[in-house]
């Protein structure tokens, strides 16, 4: 969209085709670039290319031709609403109404959407709750949220706008500031305690990402010292209900992506299920002594010092998906090479320690062919150091590598398509275009470097990992907020 | 009671500036002769039966054409900006 704007601005006539359920995303769009009567007709999902196009071709050119009308010629200023400070005055009960009020969105939803919350009732934010709250962290209550360090990413927008000092800009797509204030404000309303509040200000220059057509679920992972200082769970049941700091972190997320970077679905978050993740959030901490010997944590692997605190935000495109082992399966395994895991490995009758992860493999889907975030009890990460790799970087490299398959099969999958330009761009460890590469030449499947993928240790002593089909996560440092 | 107390509540809501809109620009008297950009991301299904209905349809306009399979249009350069009268946009998502 700010490509049309500029467009238009130069005098050079346009007519956007898009998706005829994204028409209020384009709009929200187009008012934020500053041409809100922007020209656009509907394409639809169903129908074959040459019919589809019988039913807006000529509308597409007549866009260019028509001349404007009165509104289209107007310039003006747009004015927001509700940018007040204090927003409602009033009772307890009166303004739990006030904050779970309603707005209907029509198709693609059909139903009411919160405005203010995710659709449950909140802690009313009064003044002296957020006063309370803004004890949490040194930073003045009206400063703007601002990247404390460089951020280096694998996902979201680009580095070049994450440097320090910069103001963040919240998504998807309207592109709201937000002092520290604010940011307390959603906190209350979620549940936070002063103590949550230097993580929540370092999620909070994550933009809260919600993805604007994707299915990405938000998978916040606190590593370092204030994991066990505010009581947060790395043990059984952690993505679980049950612990007040995972909960109110986790929730906070949502309320910033909802206030702060204005998600609505059927309006700016199109996806069409969304995740049950985020339905109350997901934030839980890392398990730092699980970490078998030598193995760094979150926090180290992102260049930060281990009594450092770091807070890292993953997107997963594709969600989640959960490598249990079934009852004694891991175990037989691992002790006396029995059962299917142990005939799949072809380690039948010989005793572990056994590289699981080679099991797994057999399971991933074919979607986003980018790293893997796994989230592993300790047992199974003890499990593949005594198989052999001294650090995760060599795990990482190793299952990088595994996931290699040849062209011709990689040429099946959907999301090459898009990653490779159409099989126009270069292929990286060749230096060829991907069109131009023989059937059997190797490529990877899961991303194009061994540390897109990341591995967090954490949970009970059930054999299960859980994978977040997204890449490696973005650090941000809390010891900045507090 | 306490429950009768009046509290003032604070807006969670993000920081929005203004926006100055601006006009639309101005449309074409014809679009024989011009040079219109077809700007192509992705959906292959549709763009290559549309490029091909407009070159057979209309031939007396200069197609030029900026095509990538991903959602992120290929910009026209300044060069191009000069001399471009029009750009479709298809398919945006």
Known sequence: MPYIAKLEKAGIPTVLIDLEDQRHMVKEWALMMGIPNIRYLHAGRILPGPEEIEGWIEPMLEALTRPLTDQEKES???????????????????????????????????????????????IVPTEEKVREMLTGTSHKPDELITYQHDIESYVGVGAEIRKKGNVVAFQPSIWRTATVEKVAVNAVMAGCKPEHLPVVLAIAQSGCFTGTTANSCHVVTVSGPIAKEIGMNTGCGMLNPGNPANAAIGRTYELMAVNLGGAVPGVSRMASHGNSLNMAGTCFAEDVDGLPPDWKGLNEESGFKKNESVVVVALAGDGEMRQGFPPGTHRALQKSGHGGAARGLGVKGIPGPHNWLAYLLRNLPQSREVGITFLMVAELAQKLYEYGFKSKDEVYEWFWKATFEPVKDFRLRAMPDLMTNGWMAIEKTSGKQWKELSDDYMVPTRGDSPFESCIIIGGGEEEECEIFLGPRGTAYGIDAWR | MAEKEVYKCLNPVGIQKPVDTFPLATRLNTLDGKEIHLSITGEPDINIALEKRLKIDYPNVNWKQKKSYTPTPIPLSDEEMKTADGLIQSVCW
């Open chain 1, 76 to 122: 003006g200023k747009w004015e927001p609403l509700n940018q007040q400070r204090i927003l409602f005055e009033g009772t307890l009960d009166e303004a739990q109404d006030f904050y779970q009020q309603t707005q209907y969105i029509p198709s693609p939803v059909n139903a009411p959407i919160s405005i203010y919350t995710d659709g449950l009732p909140i």
